[in-house]
């Protein structure tokens, strides 16, 4: 962004970058201390994280009430009037030329708690392209739009619970949480259970991202081994020779090492 669009910008002028560091560093050192004197492990986010802004807008701030599942259901996504096609799950041939930026392959499996795969599970993913910028009308980030690239795809798990995706490596880009605030770059996760009420949203992140410090979201998950659940490795074995580069990703639904899933949809 400009100068003179970050004037403009109410949440430009409500922190430093060194004062959200100095609010991470200053929770984080807290939540080591508890370790220290016996607390558990924290594996997910915490819900409200005083450095993520908007944290304590992005859950529920009264009591839950009771509903009927049946009810739920009637109004649950709608996905088209044909099953998943095998093609969907490549984000670069969507359209009628090439998108721009680097090529990679995403693969990895759905495990549960005791390391099973989950066979037959819809995995959805969305993401930024390679300027940064999302297809959709509240991202007024000045960056291109790339017209071969929607940057959303879908796969059904197989019978080891395996999934891959082949997609463009997506960029940083800046968000209103603080001045010069960048999210790393990043790819969304959204997985279904038996039924549509159980759906879970996660993100994953590539290695050695210099933004990961600096990034509240990634933060917030106070656990250096939960976040670092998170991060996909390079993988040379899913490298294409000339075509693409490789990251391994699994996802781990339960038990104490299950991979961090946001409590609601988030844009970010």
Do not use: C
């Not at 004062?19 to 080591?32: G, M, P, V």
């Not at 933004?211 to 390079?234: C, H, K, W």
């Not at 490298?239 to 090492?257: F, K, M, P, Q, R």
């Amino acid at each position: 962004m400009s100068a003179n669009t970050n004037a403009l910008d109410p949440a430009a002028t409500t922190a430093t970058q060194e004062e959200i560091s100095a609010e991470i560093s200053s929770t984080h050192e807290d939540y080591r201390q508890q370790l220290l004197a016996g607390k558990k492990a924290e594996t997910q986010p915490r819900v409200d994280f005083a450095p993520y802004r908007s944290s304590l807008l992005r859950h529920p701030t009264k009591n839950l009430h009771h509903a009927d599942p049946e009810t739920i259901e009637l109004y649950s996504p709608a996905f088209g009037q044909r099953d998943v096609h095998a093609l969907e799950s490549d984000l670069t041939i969507q359209h009628n030329g090439e998108p721009i930026g680097e090529r990679i392959v995403v693969s990895g499996r759905v495990l549960d708690g005791d390391g099973r795969p989950v066979a037959g599970q819809l995995v959805e993913i969305w993401q930024a392209n390679a300027a940064g910028r999302y297809v959709h009308k509240r991202d007024q980030h000045p960056a291109p739009i790339d017209p071969n690239f929607t940057g959303v795809g879908r796969a059904i798990t197989g019978a080891n619970g395996e999934y891959s995706f082949t997609t463009i490596k997506p960029a940083p880009y800046p968000w209103k949480n603080h001045h010069n605030a960048w999210r790393p770059a990043h790819i969304h996760f959204s997985l279904f259970g038996t039924d549509f009420t159980q759906r879970m949203i996660t993100q994953m992140y590539f290695p050695g991202d210099p933004l990961f410090a600096l990034d509240p979201i990634y933060q917030s998950i106070t656990d250096q081994d939960a976040r670092d659940r998170l991060v996909a490795t390079y993988d040379h074995s899913i490298t294409s020779h000339e075509w693409a580069t490789g990251y391994n990703w699994d996802i781990v639904l339960t038990g104490s090492n299950r991979t961090w899933m946001e409590e609601e949809e988030g844009e970010h």
